[in-house]
């Protein structure tokens, strides 16, 4: 099967396509013994190599689905905190995460090496939906709930937020974006005053944790 350099670098090493683009362009990756291109394509017959280590694609792809517990950082140096990578057997310390959950944040986190499939989940244009539940310490003013469905301006741009009422309370909802940007639900809400003092993902995708334990982890 012919498939773009990048796609390959993708699925054989787990890294997104923006960072093979990177390494391809930073003249690390060799195909046949020749500088590769970014608009180079190949098959599994190639001999493609990085930093002239031999690249082979996986025989099949390993994806996983982690209960992700508060207090736990989504990468390999915790710098003191305890990371996802604590949490998965040796067998699995190659894979990597899909977007990520920040340390006081709990929930379903996808880890694997399919690259093609991290790139679907994360790029924008797929619009990969994710469902959360966020407890507030105050009560939800309607008028607030009206200014977070119509967007609420961020120093990175307009964020806009789903939102569906999980009791009576006005302080416990379930919340949807189709976005990833760094703690952008917290951040939303603390534009107009609120604090989040729960933030727990459900589903990513098609992936649901239904009723995986906290600390837990499946396969996909």
């Given at each position: 099967?012919?498939?773009?350099?990048?796609?390959?670098?993708?699925?054989?090493?787990?890294?997104?396509?923006?960072?093979?683009?990177?390494?391809?362009?930073?003249?690390?990756?060799?195909?046949n013994?020749?500088?590769?291109?970014?608009?180079?394509?190949?098959?599994?017959?190639?001999?493609?190599?990085?930093?002239?280590?031999?690249?082979?694609l996986?025989?099949?792809?390993?994806t996983?689905?982690?209960?992700k517990?508060?207090?736990?950082?989504?990468?390999?140096?915790?710098?003191?905190?305890?990371?996802?990578?604590?949490?998965?057997?040796?067998?699995?310390?190659?894979?990597?995460p899909?977007?990520?959950?920040?340390?006081?944040s709990?929930?379903?986190?996808?880890?694997?090496?399919?690259?093609?499939?991290?790139?679907?989940?994360?790029?924008?244009?797929?619009n990969?939906?994710k469902l959360?539940e966020?407890s507030?310490?105050?009560?939800?003013k309607e008028?607030?709930?009206?200014?977070?469905i119509?967007?609420?301006?961020?120093?990175?741009?307009?964020?806009?937020?789903g939102?569906?009422?999980m009791?009576?309370?006005?302080?416990?909802?379930?919340?949807s974006?189709?976005?990833g940007?760094n703690?952008?639900?917290?951040?939303?809400f603390?534009a107009?005053?609120?604090?989040v003092?729960?933030?727990?993902?459900?589903q990513?995708?098609?992936?649901?944790?239904?009723d995986?334990?906290?600390?837990?982890?499946q396969?996909a």
């Amino acid at each position: 099967m012919l498939m773009r350099i990048n796609r390959f670098l993708a699925a054989a090493t787990g890294i997104s396509r923006r960072q093979a683009d990177k390494v391809i362009s930073s003249n690390q990756v060799t195909i046949n013994g020749l500088p590769a291109k970014l608009i180079d394509h190949v098959t599994a017959n190639d001999e493609v190599t990085l930093k002239k280590r031999r690249l082979f694609l996986p025989l099949s792809n390993t994806t996983l689905i982690i209960n992700k517990p508060v207090g736990y950082v989504c990468s390999r140096n915790g710098q003191g905190s305890k990371t996802v990578y604590d949490l998965l057997p040796q067998e699995y310390q190659s894979l990597k995460p899909v977007g990520r959950l920040d340390k006081d944040s709990s929930g379903l986190l996808l880890m694997t090496d399919d690259g093609q499939l991290a790139h679907e989940l994360t790029h924008p244009k797929f619009n990969k939906q994710k469902l959360y539940e966020v407890s507030l310490a105050l009560m939800l003013k309607e008028e607030d709930r009206k200014k977070l469905i119509a967007g609420i301006e961020l120093e990175d741009g307009i964020s806009k937020l789903g939102l569906r009422p999980m009791d009576r309370t006005d302080k416990n909802w379930q919340i949807s974006i189709s976005e990833g940007r760094n703690r952008q639900i917290r951040r939303t809400f603390s534009a107009l005053g609120y604090t989040v003092k729960k933030l727990h993902r459900t589903q990513f995708g098609d992936y649901k944790l239904d009723d995986l334990a906290t600390g837990e982890i499946q396969k996909a």
